[in-house]
């Protein structure tokens, strides 16, 4: 539970899976302190629509098309150090998880977790927004 916002927490779904976009979307959506500003469909999109909606919270697969999730996360960062990142994948790869441990990422979601605790993360993640 977020203590005393002000403000919903802003939330943004990026991965080349429409059903996986939807399904997030929907879901995060039913959570009265969140508000889904935008969805992407990948890496470079995404950095596009952290310009112009700026989340508080980005969910980010790591394997999509035009740019991958590790490359965006780099960009978002960059720009907006505060924007806090869930990487949310279902890659096994050990050269991945190397990778993850030195990504400017937040927190890391296998997409087998049950939604509820994906959702915990994000509330999680968004509470150190309100702290910064």
């Known amino acids: 539970m977020l203590p005393n916002r002000c403000r919903n927490l802003r939330v943004m779904v990026v991965d080349d ?22 969805v992407a469909r990948n890496g470079q999109e995404g950095v596009e629509m952290v310009r112009q909606h700026r989340p508080d919270v980005v969910i980010l697969d790591l394997q999509m098309p035009v740019m ?8 978002i960062k960059s720009l907006y150090p505060q924007t806090q990142i869930v990487a949310y994948s279902s890659v ?38 309100e702290l910064s």
């Open 17 to 38: 899976h429409e059903l996986v976009r939807f399904s997030l979307k929907s879901a995060l959506q039913r959570h009265p302190q969140v508000d889904v500003v935008a």
């Open 92 to 129: 096994r790869d050990p050269q991945i998880e190397v990778m993850i441990q030195t990504a400017k990422i937040d927190a890391f979601c296998d997409k087998e977790v049950p939604l509820e605790e994906l959702i915990t993360v994000v509330l999680q993640l968004g509470q150190r927004v």
């Open 68 to 75: 991958d999730g590790l490359s965006a996360s780099t960009h």
